[in-house]
Nanobody
Framework: QVQLVESGGGLVQAGGSLRLSCAAS????????MAWYRQAPGNEREWVATITSDGSTNYADSVKGRFTISRDNAKNTVYLQMNSLKTEDTAVYYCRLKSGATNYWGQGTQVTVSS
């Protein structure tokens, strides 16, 4: 069984920065990609960024240029550096790991950006 544990969320003022972490543990045989999603109250969960096994990255237009996804393969950990945060970035952020045909999700970490 694979477990994902997110951390690093919190309250920050607009324009500030936060770094989220997602540590994967358990029986991980291979990782296709890891990704971050977010869900604001009343909204559907939306994709934020992805990093593949070869290090390729992709970002949603709403965060491009402000957020950076990275990973430490030795620690099976993915990070999301969030800069120039806006109030509309407020959401619960979730980590996703795809291994083969299986998707794993973390429990989420709250990010609140105040004006």
């Amino acid at each position: 069984q694979v477990q994902l544990v997110e951390s690093g969320g919190g309250l920050v003022q607009a324009g500030g920065s936060l770094r989220l972490s997602c540590a994967a543990s358990g029986s991980i045989f291979s990782i296709n990609f890891m990704a971050w999603y977010r869900q604001a109250p009343g909204n559907e969960r939306e994709w934020v960024a992805t990093i593949t096994s070869d290090g390729s990255t992709n970002y949603a237009d709403s965060v491009k240029g402000r957020f950076t996804i990275s990973r430490d393969n030795a620690k099976n950990t993915v990070y999301l550096q969030m800069n120039s945060l806006k109030t509309e970035d407020t959401a619960v952020y979730y980590c996703r790991l795809k291994s083969g045909a299986t998707n794993y999700w973390g429990q989420g970490t709250q990010v609140t950006v105040s004006s």
